[in-house]
Each structure stands twice: as structure tokens, then as C-alpha cells.
């Protein structure tokens, strides 16, 4: 079982900055990929950035792409996400996750590969 938390999250002007922090815990050597996913309120989930565990190969949305960063500490088995010029369609819930199963590329932006959330962290961009 791998835990994970999530913080970071917040309200911020258009333009601004945020970065998330996802800390794992518990069985953290059986991840295979870690993944930021974000719901908005009568949205779907949807991928937004995902990192290969051991590697470090990064997967990006289009939509956020160029503007958000994934990264990891080994040392401390957490995952940022530095996210900036924030837009207020960027307003969600971020939820972090785990595919603990053989990296497959293809499962990377797939939410129902990943079996382990946390509990979100909400980000707030105003116009």
C-alpha cells in the first residue's frame, strides 16, 4: 500500500504561480509512475502531468504544457508540480496518484490504471 498527500494548493491571481507537493509513503519502491490528475466541478478527471519513478521520463498534457513543471526528490519520495501562469480554466481539485504496475507508456494519462489517490488539494485561479 502506498500513501500519499497532497499540499500546496490555494487561491491565486491569473498569471501567478502554485506549487503542489505530493509526499508518498508506505510501500514507495513499488511505484511505477506517479500522476497529477484535476477535476473541475462538473468536469471529468484529467490527466495533467505524470513522472516514471525510476528514470524520471515526464508526461505533460497539452493544455499544460510549457507552463507546468513535474518533479521528483529522490531523498524524499515527493512529487512537485510547479505550475505557473496559472489560468483560471486551471481551477480544479489536483489529485495525485500512483500506477504501481510495469511502466507501460501507454497507461501514463489513464486514471483507471492508477490505484492508489490522495485526497486532493484544491487550486483557485481568479480572472
Known amino acids: 500500500q502506498v500513501q500519499l498527500v497532497e499540499s500546496g494548493g490555494g487561491l491565486v491571481q491569473s498569471g501567478g504561480s502554485l506549487r503542489l507537493s505530493c509526499a508518498a509513503s508506505g510501500r514507495s519502491f513499488s511505484i511505477s509512475v506517479l500522476g497529477w490528475f484535476r477535476q473541475a466541478p462538473g468536469k471529468e478527471r484529467e490527466f495533467v502531468a505524470a513522472v516514471r519513478w525510476n528514470g524520471g521520463d515526464t508526461y505533460y498534457a497539452d493544455a499544460v504544457k510549457d507552463r507546468f513543471t513535474i518533479s521528483r526528490d529522490n531523498a524524499k519520495d515527493t512529487v512537485y508540480l510547479q505550475m505557473n501562469n496559472l489560468k483560471p480554466e486551471d481551477t480544479a481539485v489536483y489529485y495525485c496518484?500512483?500506477?504501481?504496475?510495469?511502466?507501460?507508456?501507454?497507461?501514463?494519462?489513464?486514471?483507471?490504471?492508477?490505484?492508489?489517490w490522495g485526497q486532493g488539494t484544491q487550486v483557485t485561479v481568479s480572472s
Open positions: 496518484a500512483v500506477d504501481p504496475d510495469v511502466f507501460v507508456s501507454a497507461r501514463v494519462r489513464h486514471a483507471r490504471f492508477y490505484i492508489h
